[in-house]
């Protein structure tokens, strides 16, 4: 049976690092994030208090990104505001039906270059040289050229994260985005765990895409980054 408690959606990056990406996590106290160069997601505590914030800034060193991610707490002065983002978070029913897709190739270490030439020309959201260490990333070549691509991020119990989901502007309209995650889908649902994404808020042409194939808004969020003291 498909797992079905969205309990941890509101900490997805907390629980990934406490659970199937604690490999990957370094830690101070109750502040944590992924090690340099899969991630620059960070989390601290629902209620942090001053030294929870400390830890965070020792933790990540002085004037690092901390990419808050939907963490609902604000640090404390003299961590200057970085970005801002308005988004939504959505989820595959557990009714849905996956839908098998042919065509699709499993990338690895060999094909980061490639990966890192697609994001960096398409900018999905951030994507760095070990971020493929995360889960399984899919991709769709033409001519031998990595022109599509989408991937496993975040796994909080129960669910995995679809991410950077991207095509190359002279391969856009041909169904590739919608191939790829309808295959990470398939793979999701396949070990009884559930999908979900997150997405900006002013990307409709995205939004709309996730809605066609079956996706829900769960609730908005708002991904936020600060620069430590």
Known sequence: ??????GPLDDPVGESLRGHHAHLARRLGRAAGYVPGVATFSTVPADPDPAEWADLARLLGPGELADLFSCPATPPAGWE????????QMIFPADGRPEPEPGIVELGIDDVPDMLDLTGRTRPGPFWP?????????GIRENGVLVAMAGERLRPPGWTEI??????P???????AARLVRALVTRITSRNERPFLHVAGANTSAIALYERLGFVVRKRVTFRGFRTP
């Open 81 to 88: 505001p970085v970005f801002s983002l308005d988004g939504l």
């Open 130 to 138: 070990r971020t493929h260490e995360l889960g399984a990333y899919l």
């Open 170 to 176: 002279e391969a856009r309209g041909r169904g590739h």
């Open 163 to 168: 991410s950077a989901v991207c095509t190359a």
């Open 1 to 6: 049976m498909v797992h079905g408690d969205t």
